[in-house]
């Protein structure tokens, strides 16, 4: 995560850059986690001193996406990482502008984005299941 910060002022506060993440359960895949701090912290951040990570989970209950999706767009985060496509939608529907990274099924299928090359709109990601390699996936097994 980069984040470009205007030059200080003085007097002047810096606004510290923050992320934040949308999650359906909490134990919903831990690596994930920990590969998205380890990459904030490769870029030199560091949780709680030059960046802020604001986490929802949600339970197991789906029907609290809109709500936990409202409070994270209320923060004004620098940009939201998810891991569904129907979190990435709940998140777009709370918000146009700021910047959705999802790792998701078919972000193309679910309407999330026009194209893997050309996402367009806030929501950009990894697509994890994608059709064309479904043959290969099934060789492997």
Do not use: C, F, W
Not at 13 to 35: E, F, H, N
Not at 46 to 52: I, K, L, M, P
Not at 74 to 86: E, F, H, K, Q, S
């Amino acid at each position: 995560m980069h984040v470009a910060q205007p030059r200080r002022v003085e007097g002047q506060q810096t606004r510290v850059p923050a992320g934040a993440s949308l999650r359906v359960g909490a134990l919903l895949s831990d690596r994930t986690q920990d590969a998205y701090l380890q990459a904030v912290s490769d870029l030199g951040y560091s949780e709680g001193q030059n960046v802020a990570i604001e986490r929802r989970y949600t339970a197991g209950m789906r029907e609290r996406l809109p709500v936990l999706a409202r409070e994270l767009v209320d923060m004004n985060p620098d940009v939201i990482l998810t891991a569904t496509g129907y979190q990435a939608a709940a998140l777009r529907d709370a918000t146009r502008t700021i910047p959705i990274v999802a790792i998701a099924g078919d972000l193309v299928a679910e309407g999330l984005v026009a194209t893997l090359a050309r996402p367009a709109g806030n929501i950009t990601g990894v697509q994890v299941l994608q059709p064309d390699t479904a043959r290969k996936r099934v060789a492997l097994l």
